[in-house]
């Protein structure tokens, strides 16, 4: 197991998503695992497309995230589904200002991910962020664009669980959809669980495409 390490000081870790839900849905869980093993770390937590009441659902569920962390919040409001088309010069001078957080670790969409809002913010991270280890995450979806992940983060019961419940209270605006729901983000954690054989059976997985040991 290769376990994370500050470049000084605080652990820095920098959370990009889409959308409201994105981060939490992708990530959640390593988020949780990483920020308790790093007590006070300094997180920064970043949503390109959230409109109320989406937004104040994100600042909410990101508090609860990272409740151990030192956390800086931002919330805006680029137009949803639309990111490849309307203001992309915009996006990417809003994603390349992050630069002077100099994480240690970025978690960002996957750059095979089929929503073009996705794609276009992995992409844009790989532009901004060239010298530091970024994780790629994925989101279960109609398009069915599940891949092959390369990394895997371990999870035990608790934490798990813990992903799940944070995501379903703090999203009400989504329990209409019918994929939004306990069964979906637990069978996604299995089924990375059984790749990696994690002991306790949980696990979320990544897509690790340069990593400098």
């Known amino acids: 197991m290769i376990r994370l390490a500050p470049r000084s000081g605080a652990l820095r870790v920098l959370l990009l998503g889409a959308h409201a839900d994105d981060i939490e849905i992708g990530c959640g869980g390593a988020v949780l695992r990483l920020l308790a093993e790093h007590p006070g770390a300094d997180v920064r937590y970043v949503v390109f497309s959230a409109s109320p009441p989406r937004a104040d659902e994100a600042r909410a ?13 931002d919330v805006h409001d680029f137009r949803d589904s639309f990111f490849p088309w309307d203001q992309p010069v915009r996006l990417k001078e809003t994603l390349a200002a992050l630069r002077s957080f100099e994480p240690d670790v ?22 901004a962020f060239r010298d530091h280890l970024i994780l790629e995450y994925e989101i279960p979806k109609y398009e069915g ?15 798990a669980r813990r992903k799940i419940d944070l995501i379903l209270r703090h999203y009400a605006s989504q329990a209409g959809k019918g994929w939004f729901r306990a069964e979906t983000f637990e069978a996604v954690m299995r089924l990375r669980g059984i790749e990696c054989n994690a002991p306790s059976g949980w696990a979320e997985a990544f897509h690790g495409r340069k990593i400098l040991l």
Do not use: M
């Open 145 to 159: 664009d599940l891949g092959a992940p390369n990394v895997y983060v371990a999870l035990d019961d608790a934490v």
């Open 106 to 127: 970025v978690f960002t969409h996957h750059r095979g991910d089929l929503h073009q809002d996705h794609a276009l913010i992995a992409q844009l991270t790989w532009t």
């Open 61 to 73: 569920a990101a508090a609860e995230l990272a409740a151990a962390a030192r956390l800086t919040v």
